[in-house]
């Protein structure tokens, strides 16, 4: 149980393209879910979290008209990286959680993002 | 402020031998523990948790870790490693009434032939 699909896992594109990620709780509904970065070598960066049917609540540093978020069902989230440049160039994983305080966060399996 | 830290960012062990990575954290409020393992290229999963009850808790993979409240440690251990543990690992801590967690660094366990 307790499954998350991310899609796509891989994506190479162009500068300045827009690019979406999406998120999807497969057997579990998700009350709330997380966007992640992270860099080589590094822990992961906590982007935003998302409550279904709510707006995204970003962290600090983190820009909102470029990270656009959306949590339109309890079984989807995406993530959209607008205009693209190669320094967004990344891993991006997302992780979704049901239920209580006490629940863990269950996680995809990332998207490796590549700007050229 | 709450903090979690992980304070080996790599540890190397040889095949079968018993492994401990350590995770410290600190809060001024209780919390709920985990540990996740991440392989290349793909996203976390869940070894553990600890929420209550027993300061023991056992997970996948022939993994376990002690919640030691007054240390405010939650150590991972695994008493005879695989080539295949070969991965990095990140504790989570996790709020009572909060939705964020908070990561350490994580920890790279090399285990060699």
């Known amino acids: 149980g307790a499954v998350v699909s991310q899609h796509p896992s891989r994506v190479i594109c162009k500068s300045g393209t827009s690019v979406k990620i999406e998120c999807r709780s497969l057997?579990?509904?998700?009350?709330?879910m997380f966007w992640y970065r992270q860099f080589p070598k590094k822990s992961l960066m906590l982007m935003a979290t998302?409550?279904?049917?709510?707006?995204?609540?970003?962290e600090q540093g983190v820009e909102k008209d470029k990270f656009l978020i959306n949590h339109a069902s309890l079984t989807l989230s995406t993530l959209t990286v607008t205009s693209a440049h190669p320094e967004d160039s990344s891993f991006y994983i997302c992780?979704?959680?049901?239920?209580?305080?006490?629940?863990?966060?269950?996680f995809g399996d990332g998207t490796r993002l590549s700007i050229l | 402020a709450q903090s979690v830290t992980q304070l080996d960012s790599q540890v190397p062990v040889f095949e079968e031998a018993p492994v401990e990575l350590r995770c410290n954290y600190s809060?001024?409020?209780?919390?709920?523990l985990f540990w996740y393992v991440q392989y290349p290229n793909q996203g976390l999963q869940l070894l553990l948790k600890y929420l209550s009850g027993s300061t023991l808790v056992k997970g996948i993979n022939g993994f376990e870790a002690e919640f030691n409240k007054s240390q405010t440690s939650f150590h991972l251990r695994k008493p005879s490693v695989h080539i295949s543990d070969t991965a990095e690992y990140f504790c989570?801590?996790?709020?009572?009434?909060?939705?964020?967690?908070?990561f350490g660094s994580g920890t790279k366990l090399n285990v060699k032939p």
């Open positions: 998302s409550n279904e049917g709510s707006k995204a609540t970003y």
């Open positions: 992780s979704a959680r049901g239920g209580g305080d006490n629940q863990p966060q269950h």
């Open positions: 057997d579990f509904q998700a009350t709330t």
């Open positions: 809060s001024s409020v209780s919390v709920y």
């Open positions: 989570a801590v996790g709020l009572y009434n909060f939705n964020k967690f908070y």
